[in-house]
Nanobody, 124 residues
Framework: QVQLVESGGGLVQAGDSLRLSCSAS????????LAWFRQAPGKAREFLAG????????HYAESVEGRFIISRDNAKNTVYLQMNSLKPEDTAVYYC?????????????????WGQGTQVTVSS
């Protein structure tokens, strides 16, 4: 059974940086996509960034491209989301998710495994 555990959220000021971590366990992820999503109050969960575990290729949502960077450490089975130049509108619960594909998919419904989420709050 896949387990995803996020950490690294918190309260920061606009312009600050924050790095989220997602520790993945329960299976090998060679044929998986690991991704980050977020959900703000009253809004739908949205795809932010994904990484192919084996090949390492990445894909970003337009809203965060150039500010957020997704990476992985295969030895530690951990995926990271480096978030720079944070804005108040980045305030949300951030989730790590896994999908059994070799190509990066962005549709929320295609991700079968989810972490519990970590809160990120950006003050102005």
């Amino acid at each position: 059974q896949v387990q995803l555990v996020e950490s690294g959220g918190g309260l920061v000021q606009a312009g600050d940086s924050l790095r989220l971590s997602c520790s993945a366990s329960g299976r090998t992820f060679d044929a998986y996509i690991l991704a980050w999503f977020r959900q703000a109050p009253g809004k739908a969960r949205e795809f932010l960034a994904g990484i192919a575990w084996s090949a390492g290729n990445t894909h970003y949502a337009e809203s965060v491209e150039g500010r957020f960077i997704i990476s992985r450490d295969n030895a530690k089975n951990t995926v990271y989301l480096q978030m720079n130049s944070l804005k108040p509108e980045d305030t949300a619960v951030y989730y790590c998710a896994a999908a059994p594909y070799r190509w990066i998919v962005t549709r929320t419904s295609l991700y079968r495994d989810w972490g519990q989420g970590t809160q990120v709050t950006v003050s102005s």
